[in-house]
């Protein structure tokens, strides 16, 4: 399932969820209020996670469940009543008990919030246990599919990366186009084409012209 009218939709690059900001969001200023960021954006992973089928209620009663570890965040732009936000989540890493996620809250073209979070798998104990074997295929086929799709968009490499590079530059098109020369080719003309000359060479020209 790629996409549900609640939980947003996957994309190329990972999933993208729709809110509105209500009255309830917004502090005294009428700006929403920076606590109140951190809720989208756990609404934004879940959902991620529900997309790909991983559900908290099945976690849950297996006994697992994902604690935030860290998380790095940036308030950049501030939102208002009545706007509608996308939450957009991107899965940078899934090693071990830990699971790295990429976030971004925008508004129109407009980022106002970045942050890296850091969530881990916990156990009955409380003590940090490996992921699952299904969350971890999950994130696999979306990390898949995301590469996938950017390579279909990547623009041609230039030819002296699609041939051998050293064989490219060291033809005559590569002397033409690339930006880099071998130094073994400019070697090889600057031996052709200049002597060296040394102090007894400038000697003896000397004396010849005395004589």
Do not use: C
């Not at 729709?18 to 934004?44: C, I, K, N, P, W």
């Not at 908290?56 to 940036?74: C, K, N, P, Q, Y």
């Not at 990429?102 to 073209?109: D, I, K, N, P, Y």
């Amino acid at each position: 399932m790629d996409a549900d009218p609640i939980a947003g939709r996957l994309t190329a690059t990972g999933h993208e969820l729709r809110q509105r900001v209500y009255f309830e969001d917004t502090d005294f200023s009428g700006r929403v209020y920076h606590a109140r960021y951190l809720q989208f954006m756990e609404r934004g992973r879940s959902d991620y996670l529900r997309l790909l089928g991983v559900h908290h209620a099945e976690l849950a009663g297996e006994g697992l469940t994902f604690a935030v570890r860290h998380m790095e965040i940036d308030f950049l732009r501030p939102a208002s009543i009545d706007d509608v936000l996308v939450i957009r989540t991107t899965t940078e890493a899934a090693r071990g008990a830990r699971l790295v996620l990429s976030q971004e809250v925008v508004l129109g073209e407009a980022v106002l919030i970045k942050a890296t979070v850091t969530v881990a798998a916990v156990g009955r104990q409380n003590r940090p246990v490996r992921l699952p074997a299904a969350v971890r295929v999950a994130i696999r086929r979306s990390s898949d599919r995301a590469w996938r799709r950017r390579r279909q968009t990547l623009t041609p490499s230039p030819p002296w990366e699609r041939a051998g590079r050293r064989r490219f530059l060291e033809s005559p098109a590569g002397l033409r186009h690339s930006p880099m020369r071998p130094r073994a080719t400019v070697w090889r003309r600057r031996k052709r084409t200049a002597e060296p000359v040394g102090d007894s060479a400038l000697r003896r020209g000397r004396q010849g012209g005395r004589e």
